[in-house]
């Protein structure tokens, strides 16, 4: 019992749990749990619709199928597809959706007007091999009118850059993608990034937003690009927590002295699971240790005040308080 899915989250206090999930998805086992009134914790859905803008890949006409009969629409333009996701983000909204997540190797910034985009969108109808810019042109539109969506809606946008993915085309065939060979990528964030967010800042659309990046290269980057778009809500531009390969001790310990001398610290949200695994909720103790040691660090060298409440609040906040008014408002 102590070890049963609600066990688990018993003995860890889980508060909310965030999954991820495809736009075409029914969501009918987060209809199930909010039925049961003796579940330990919210189980709300986070939007993730990168198959509907990985238009380069030979799979994504059959997804779009799968996106049209969600929402029972036709999808014959690029607008429709927006049109279309637009109205499955309305529907996991009604569901208790707080977030998007959407991977990238960077940010798109090919801007093309709709009737371009939809010229693209039907020359992939039609069988044909896009360009890269073709690509990108897509993938700005669609993340674009989704961007804006979000920020209307009160949704996180969170985009996960710098993985270079199913490395060994060996394994890729034998095991399929996301089995463990995958990267840090080394490409350039800044520019591409800059203009993303500075389209939607000129007309006051950027939402609240979470940077997670592969590569620790990329930290100062993107901590002192966000804060060119903090705006009206305490926090709003996050740099997200060390990720993926990055989430051991010395990982953890950087990203959070870098947002403390580029950022401001107290603001954090603070660590995320992202292993998919009900195990994993121990990386949060592991995460809290490590926040502590730093602060207490700090304290006793005289970097900061030797004020254990005030200290204490500002751990509190980063480790649960913060990340509850970000998502919950």
Same mark, same amino acid.
């Given at each position: 019992?102590?070890?049963?899915?609600?066990?688990?989250?018993?003995?860890?206090?889980?508060?909310?749990?965030?999954?991820?999930?495809?736009?075409?998805?029914?969501?009918?086992?987060?209809?199930?749990?909010?039925?049961?009134?003796?579940? +330990?914790?919210?189980?709300?859905?986070?939007?993730?619709?990168?198959?509907?803008?990985?238009?380069?890949?030979? =799979? /994504?006409?059959?997804?779009?199928?799968?996106?049209?009969?969600? !929402?029972?629409?036709?999808?014959?333009?690029?607008?429709?597809?927006? &049109?279309?996701?637009?109205?499955?983000?309305?529907?996991?909204?009604?569901?208790?959706?707080?977030?998007?997540?959407?991977?990238?190797?960077?940010?798109?910034?090919?801007?093309?007007?709709?009737?371009?985009?939809?010229?693209? /969108?039907?020359?992939? %109808?039609?069988?044909?091999?896009?360009? !890269?810019?073709?690509?990108?042109?897509?993938?700005?539109?669609?993340?674009?009118?989704?961007?804006?969506?979000?920020?209307?809606?009160?949704?996180?946008?969170?985009?996960?850059?710098?993985?270079?993915?199913? *490395?060994?085309?060996?394994? /890729?065939?034998?095991?399929? +993608?996301?089995?463990?060979?995958?990267?840090?990528?080394?490409?350039?964030?800044?520019?591409?990034?800059?203009?993303?967010?500075? *389209?939607?800042?000129?007309?006051?659309?950027? +939402?609240?937003?979470?940077?997670? =990046?592969?590569? +620790?290269?990329?930290?100062?980057?993107?901590? =002192?690009?966000?804060? !060119?778009?903090?705006?009206?809500?305490?926090?709003?531009?996050?740099?997200?927590?060390?990720?993926?390969?990055?989430?051991?001790?010395?990982?953890?310990?950087?990203?959070?002295?870098?947002?403390?001398?580029?950022? %401001?610290?107290?603001?954090?949200?603070?660590?995320?699971?992202?292993?998919?695994?009900?195990?994993?909720?121990?990386?949060?103790?592991?995460?809290?240790?490590?926040?502590? *040691?730093? /602060?207490?660090?700090?304290?006793? &060298?005289?970097?900061?005040?030797?004020?254990?409440?005030?200290?204490?609040?500002?751990?509190?906040?980063?480790?649960?308080?913060?990340?509850?008014?970000?998502? &919950?408002?």
């Amino acid at each position: 019992e102590n070890l049963s899915v609600k066990g688990i989250m018993k003995q860890f206090k889980v508060y909310a749990v965030g999954t991820t999930d495809d736009p075409a998805d029914d969501l009918a086992f987060h209809a199930q749990i909010a039925k049961q009134k003796d579940f +330990p914790a919210k189980v709300i859905p986070s939007y993730r619709p990168d198959k509907a803008l990985a238009i380069e890949k030979d =799979t /994504f006409l059959s997804y779009i199928d799968s996106l049209a009969k969600a !929402c029972g629409k036709k999808i014959e333009r690029a607008s429709d597809v927006v &049109e279309a996701l637009i109205d499955r983000l309305d529907f996991f909204v009604s569901m208790g959706c707080k977030a998007s997540d959407h991977a990238l190797i960077t940010a798109p910034a090919i801007f093309k007007s709709e009737s371009d985009v939809n010229a693209i /969108f039907a020359k992939k %109808l039609a069988g044909a091999t896009l360009s !890269c810019e073709e690509v990108e042109a897509y993938k700005t539109f669609v993340l674009t009118h989704l961007a804006k969506a979000y920020a209307k809606r009160d949704i996180a946008m969170q985009l996960h850059f710098a993985a270079i993915r199913d *490395n060994n085309s060996m394994m /890729f065939k034998k095991l399929g +993608p996301d089995t463990g060979y995958d990267a840090s990528h080394d490409k350039e964030l800044a520019a591409s990034l800059s203009s993303f967010l500075n *389209n939607l800042s000129a007309t006051g659309e950027v +939402p609240k937003t979470i940077l997670y =990046t592969l590569n +620790p290269k990329d930290y100062y980057s993107l901590a =002192t690009l966000m804060g !060119c778009y903090q705006d009206g809500i305490p926090g709003k531009m996050q740099l997200g927590s060390a990720w993926w390969f990055a989430d051991h001790k010395d990982g953890m310990e950087e990203q959070m002295k870098i947002l403390g001398n580029v950022g %401001l610290l107290p603001r954090f949200i603070g660590m995320l699971t992202d292993s998919r695994s009900f195990l994993s909720y121990s990386r949060h103790e592991y995460f809290r240790r490590i926040l502590c *040691n730093i /602060f207490g660090t700090w304290a006793e &060298e005289g970097e900061v005040p030797y004020d254990l409440e005030m200290l204490g609040k500002v751990v509190q906040d980063i480790s649960f308080g913060n990340a509850k008014a970000y998502f &919950e408002g």
